[in-house]
């Protein structure tokens, strides 16, 4: 018997190592790892040159408290503003400490403008910002508050449809004391739900005229998943804050917020904190997976090799119109809608060495390493075609 707490519902399979996109199970048998621990392992199982970065680190100091200076995370805090958006950045060791963090800014933003009263934030109902007590009011989900209220004021919700208007009311639902909308980008647990770039715009819009922040949750969609650093890149948006996580620490735990110089003013010393968050040891992976992900012809080739699977997956739909409603998503980070329940099918991919995650909405979620291989994902789509041809 597991002394492990049953929060999880765990498959009954385990793993000795891993390569690149591969798992090699205790039953001894190889799998195709299409899950890579929820887009983490953004550069595969066991990569070399993480590997390598991690031991040399391994060897000088892990931790050491930010009481200090540390050179590690000052050089990954100056890359990631230097390639993106923002000014200044602090990091955390998870994507919900991440989000609630972002949070944090924004309301100490208006704080530090003598408005502690805009202290609201506006969310999609049914997102996913994490785990901890106020994320889970801040998703609005029934699901994860259940039995664990008193509900964290704070939060307001607007509806996302696929109809028009994408956001109904949202005008109306921006109070006075409403301090900042926060979103994912694109919304992994919910179903791969892309916000497509016109209503990120929009957003964008509402938040000038209404002067107040935009949060886009990148911990998901981020660091190349979506074949640019930040899905919300092709849309020019410019965010005000955006917590990250998942990928940057290729497996390690790491989680950033990064932010414009206008609301990383209002964060004073000791306005925010971190025992492990921003260690050496693990600035030196975020160091490391950076190395890889801002090489040249990184990104290009996450697109181009995501563009082949998109297509071979749509053609899939066409020929199998009973068993896929959608194939959603961007980049690597895709979804597989079915007409039905998705667990009987994740099952069979799995009995076939294939290993997928379920998402909201009867999605299939298929999440390589950002460095798969072409033959790798051939062989997925011969996989996924002899689960469609077999299933009844
Ligand atoms: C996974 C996720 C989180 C929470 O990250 P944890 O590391 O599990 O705390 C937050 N936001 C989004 C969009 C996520 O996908």
Redesign the pocket.
Known sequence: MSSLAKNYNRRKIAFKSGKGSFLYATNGKKYLDFVQG??VNSLGHSNPYLIKAINKQAKKVWHVSNAFIIPEGEKLAKRLTQKTFADFIFFQN??????EAAIKVARRYFYSKGKPNKNRILCIKN??????IA?IFASGSKKMTEGFGPKVPGFDHIEFKKSKPRFPNIKRKIKKNTAAIMV?TI???GGIKSIPDKCLKYLRKICNEKKILLIL?????GIGRSGDFFAFEKSKVKPDIV?I??GIGGGF?L?AVLMTKKVAKAMSPGSHGSTFGGNPLAMNVGNAVLDQIFKKGFLKNVRKISKYFHIKLNKLKKDYPNIFKEIRGKGLLIGMQLHFDQSKFIRSLEKNYLLTIRASENVIRILPPLNVKKNEIDLALKIIEKVCREYK
Do not use: L, W, Y
């Not at 997102?127 to 901890?132: A, L």
């Open positions: 929820i887009a998870s994507g919900t400490e991440a989000t997102s996913f910002h994490g785990r901890t994320a994912e919304m992994g647990e949750d990148e911990v998901q969609c917590p996580a998942k735990p989680g």
